[in-house]
Each structure stands twice: as C-alpha cells, then as structure tokens.
C-alpha cells in the first residue's frame, strides 16, 4: 500500500473485491484513511515524524482498515466519518505495537525496510511505538466513551496475549491451546476490533455487529497463524521480514508445537534442534530446512483453512450479496496466503 497524494492509482485493497462499486467506495475511502494516516504521524520532534512515517509508508497489507470499511459497509451509513476516524485507530494501533515488538525481536525487517531499532535504535522505536499509541487513543476519544472503552479492552488483550508469549504453559496446559490463547490475543482481539468498529460506526444493528466481531476475531487469529507458518516457510523478498524469526527467539508457533505432537522417529535431530538455542546461523539454517519438509506445515496450514471455514460460517447472520462475498474472500485470502 502506497501512501496516497490524493490518487487513487496509488492505492490498492488488501484483497481483491470482486464487485466493481464496491471495490470503487472502498478505494476511495481507502484513499482516505491513507490521507489521515500521513497527517497522524507528524510529531512535534522531527526523529518521531520521521521514524513513524518510515514504516506507515513502507507498505503493510491495511488489513486491519480493510476491514474496518468493508463490515461498515454492511451498516446503514458506511460513509460517516466516523467510519474512517476508527480505521485510522486500528492502524495507528497496530503499528504501535510493530515498532515495540520489533524492538522485543531484535528484528533487522519490517514491511521489506529495515526496522526502526535497527536504522535508528531501541529508543527511537520504542518512543515512535508510545507516540503512535497515544495519536491512535486521542483519536479514539473523538469516537465516544463506548469505543474508548472498547479500545482499552483490545489493548489490554493484545498486551496481555504479548505477554503470555513470554510465558511458558502452565502445569498440564497443552502448549498448543496456550498458544492459541496468546495468537487470540495478541492478533485476533485488534482484528475483531476492527470489524466491530467498522460494525457500529457503519451503523448494523447488534446482532450483525456481534457476529461481525467473532467473525474478526476468528479471522485475526488465521492471519497471525498464517504469518506464523510465513515465517517459516517464506523467504524475505516475500514476507518483507526475516524468516525463521520466531525459531531463533524461541517461540513455538502452530507448525513446531504441531510438529511435536505429530513427531516420527526420524523426527529426532529436528526435535534436539529445536530443544536446544538457535542463535547460531547454521543450527538455525539446519532447523528451518527440517521444519520446512515436515508434513505440520500442511496440519497447520489446514488447521489455518479451517479456521476461516468457521469465520465463514458466521456471515449467515448478514444478507447475501456483495458484500457478504467480499467478508468471505477476506477470510478465504488470509487462510490461503501461507499455503
Ligand atoms: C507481532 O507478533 C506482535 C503483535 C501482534 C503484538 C505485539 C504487542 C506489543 C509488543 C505491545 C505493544 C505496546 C504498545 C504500548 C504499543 P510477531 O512477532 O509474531 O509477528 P511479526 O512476525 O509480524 O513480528
Ligand atoms: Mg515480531
């Protein structure tokens, strides 16, 4: 996604909408939201402005005021204001949390540039991430005390699954459903914000807006489960980051804990590998190769499609029609970019 002078040929959707008219309104509003974007980023001290518009105008997927515009659109007014203020949030949110988890990461790539820890340092990034949050909570405020509210809960589950990352399962948890809490978390409460947002300030009424939002919530934990096996199985030009990321930090995403629950005898070097600290270049080269042929890249990138299978079946509650397509491709694109 480029940032937008004011033309629209600048700006592409995440997804492809199939529908003409609708793909038309959502560029254009999508031509919006950029403009907002690049006015939000301007700090007082010209290292913040520049850090901040260093990633915003790299690119990311705007998967998250994607779907804030598109569930709008099943409501009455999808053109309010409203609609695009709560667009800008999400985003705004979002990338907050890149520039802080980059820092956690030691990560070198963010959206194919480098990432602010490493062009400029830890304090940059992390002071870029504080103010971006603070620009995504004042906007917040101009939407009302309901979505404020509905903001800090999202933040404070997206911290919180952040958190429980750096957790080990407790005692007779299963690593897998501890896991699945943290994606949930992390990802999934942003997303479903996103299309609860969309929901309410589009103007659907309950019953839409709440089956929007487990819609979301559902399809934001594919996404990050898609990343996931991204990380393994891509390689940089592709995902705009450093794979095998989470491999040499540690963290057992959905194809390693589906790997050792399904693990075969010839399983053991990839097992000792991935019990021992990868830090180093050829340990880590040697672990990647092993997980990328084993057979949990295709369970995980199942389990990922059924996932959006049950997103999908959420859409009853809104009418058939563009629209309701374009929600189902939506899921359909996020299962299907990591297989
Ligand atoms: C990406 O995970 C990380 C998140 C979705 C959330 C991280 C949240 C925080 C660091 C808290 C932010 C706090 C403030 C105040 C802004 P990942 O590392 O698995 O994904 P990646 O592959 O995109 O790096
Ligand atoms: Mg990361």
């Not at 030691?106 to 940059?124: F, K």
């Not at 340990?283 to 990328?292: P, V, W």
């Amino acid at each position: 996604m480029s940032p937008s002078a004011g033309g629209q040929e600048l700006v592409s959707l995440a997804m492809p909408v199939a529908d003409e008219a609708l793909a038309r309104r959502l560029t254009e509003r999508m031509v919006r939201v950029e403009e907002a974007l690049a006015g939000h980023v301007q700090s007082r001290a010209r290292f913040v402005t520049d850090a901040a518009s260093h990633l915003m105008s790299a690119g990311g997927k705007r998967f998250r005021p994607m779907l804030v515009l598109l569930a709008a659109e099943a409501g009455a007014h999808p053109e309010a204001d409203e609609v695009i203020t709560a667009a800008c949030v999400v985003e705004l949110t979002h990338l907050a949390s890149l520039y802080h988890d980059d820092v956690m990461d030691e990560a070198a790539l963010r959206r194919g540039a480098e990432s602010a820890n490493a062009r400029w340092d830890n304090h940059v990034a992390i002071l870029t991430g504080d103010f971006l949050f603070s620009k995504s909570s004042e906007l917040t405020a101009e939407l009302g005390a309901d979505a404020v509210r509905i903001q800090a809960q999202t933040f404070t589950r997206l911290v919180e699954g952040q958190i429980q990352e750096t957790v080990q399962p407790g005692p007779g948890e299963d690593p897998l459903a501890h896991y699945l809490d943290v994606v949930a978390g992390k990802t999934g409460s942003l997303i479903a914000t996103s299309a609860r947002y969309g929901a309410r300030f589009g103007g659907t009424d309950r019953e839409v807006e709440e089956a929007l939002t487990a819609y979301g919530d559902i399809v934001g934990t594919a996404f990050q489960l898609s990343d996931d096996i991204l990380d393994i199985a891509s390689d940089s030009d592709e995902s705009g980051k450093t794979p095998g990321t989470d491999l040499r930090e540690g963290v057992p995403t959905l194809p390693v804990l589906m790997a050792r629950v399904s693990a075969r005898p010839e399983d053991a070097r990839l097992l000792e590998l991935l019990d021992s600290d990868l830090s180093d270049d050829s340990l880590h080269a040697e672990a990647l190769a092993l997980l990328r042929a084993h057979p949990a890249m295709d369970d995980a990138r199942d389990y990922v499609v059924a996932r959006a299978q049950e997103a999908k079946a959420l859409l009853t509650a809104l009418p058939p029609g563009p629209v309701r397509e374009a929600l189902e491709t939506f899921a359909d694109h996020v299962a299907h970019r990591s297989t």
